[in-house]
């Protein structure tokens, strides 16, 4: 399995940016797709969550109103659209996936695959 997400980078505060996260080696369109984030010093925290049977979304307290999860099981790929950032959003972020059909992917403890990170620097 590998997921592969992109999209990170350098933005002022207020801006936007719009991960993906390209999976391969799984079923997509029956896993549970969701992205965490973790900054310096600070543990890993959810952000977002996708489930596979219904599309029904999830997200972390201080990203809702502001992220948007959704996915393109035809492209097997999930995107995170980031609006309004904040620089207490500067983090790597982390797409995951799991199809152990646990339920939502809002805990680290339901993930069995992590990409690689995408670094997210949201300058003041």
């Known amino acids: 399995v590998q997921l592969q997400a992109s999209g990170g980078g350098l933005v002022q505060a207020g801006g936007s940016l719009r991960l993906s996260c390209a999976a391969s080696?799984?079923?997509?369109?029956?896993?549970?797709m969701g992205w965490f984030r973790q900054a310096p010093g600070k543990e890993r925290e959810f952000v977002a969550a996708?489930?596979?049977?219904?599309?029904?979304?999830f997200y972390g307290d201080s990203m809702k109103g502001r992220f948007t999860i959704s996915r393109d099981n035809a492209k097997n790929t999930v995107y995170l659209q980031m609006n309004s950032l904040k620089p207490e959003d500067t983090a790597v972020y982390y797409c995951?996936?799991?199809?152990?059909?646990?339920?939502?992917?809002?805990?680290?403890?339901?993930?069995?695959?992590w990409g690689q990170g995408t670094q997210v620097t949201v300058s003041s």
């Open positions: 995951a996936a799991s199809n152990r059909l646990t339920g939502p992917l809002n805990r680290i403890s339901r993930v069995n695959y």
């Open positions: 996708i489930s596979w049977s219904t599309g029904t979304t």
């Open positions: 080696g799984l079923t997509f369109s029956m896993t549970d």
